[in-house]
């Protein structure tokens, strides 16, 4: 089953706008991770976040987590068209289980 | 971080038929590879865990005759999708890494069973 749930399914934004995704999750977590897939390809890992951190940056990425609502977001800053992607949330303990995931598109 | 690789990319195939798709971690030995399945505008789901050396740990409702998964070595994990029908046409993408850590994945193989 799936452990996390994403919202918005889908966002439209143009370029140069920020994104901002959620995730929710059910269970206790050791880490929370974020990945992207671009259409048709694997993925590839963007941040990993453990749960005894509140934020974390990587370059134009913020990631939040709060343990207490179990929901993580992910603020994508100035976005790019090249940003067009689907994005999921992963966690697990001895599997990754990954959210429904956000599809984002970016237009120029 | 780690480089996985995937073959075949693609595949067509007859009703019928077996696939074997394989997994590869290139520059990582991995003890622990993971399978994935994705259908269309959904998100991936994880079939099983494939252990060097040992017998593969499948998720529920995946069924371990029909996904025949083999991890003979640290660098290598095959796919099986044994007499494959049009339901199991999908995209099935692997994995490796640490446990509760960054996991690296194949760019993914497309099956299409006629």
């Known amino acids: 089953s799936q452990q996390g749930e994403e919202d918005p399914q889908a966002l439209s934004i143009q370029e140069g706008e920020n994104a901002t995704m959620n995730c929710s999750y059910k269970?206790?977590?050791?880490?929370l991770q974020w990945y992207r897939q671009n259409s048709g390809r694997g993925l590839v890992h963007l941040i990993l976040?453990?749960?005894?951190?509140r934020e974390k940056h990587s370059g134009r990425l913020r990631v939040t987590l709060d343990t207490s609502k179990k929901s993580s977001s992910l603020l994508i800053t100035a976005s790019r068209a090249a940003d067009t992607a689907s994005y999921f949330c992963?966690?697990?303990?001895?599997?990754?289980?990954f959210g429904t995931g956000t599809r984002l598109q970016v237009f120029p | 971080g780690a480089v996985v690789s995937q073959h075949p990319s693609w595949v067509i195939c007859k009703s019928g038929t077996s696939v074997k798709i394989e997994c590869r971690s290139l520059?990582?030995?991995?003890?622990?590879m993971f399978w994935y399945r994705q259908f269309p505008k959904q998100s991936l789901m994880l079939m099983a865990t494939?252990?060097?050396?040992?017998?593969?740990?499948?998720e529920q409702g995946v069924e371990k005759d029909k996904f025949l998964i083999n991890h003979a070595s640290l660098t290598l994990s095959t796919l099986t999708v044994t007499s494959a029908h049009p339901e199991d046409s999908s995209f099935y993408i692997c994995?490796?890494?640490?446990?509760?850590?960054?996991?690296?994945f194949g760019p993914g193989t497309r099956l299409l069973v006629l």
């Open positions: 994995s490796d890494g640490q446990l509760q850590e960054t996991q690296y």
């Open positions: 520059d990582f030995q991995a003890t622990t």
């Open positions: 269970t206790s977590i050791n880490n």
């Open positions: 494939s252990n060097e050396g040992s017998k593969a740990t499948y």
């Open positions: 976040i453990r749960s005894n951190e």
């Open positions: 992963a966690t697990g303990a001895d599997k990754l289980i």
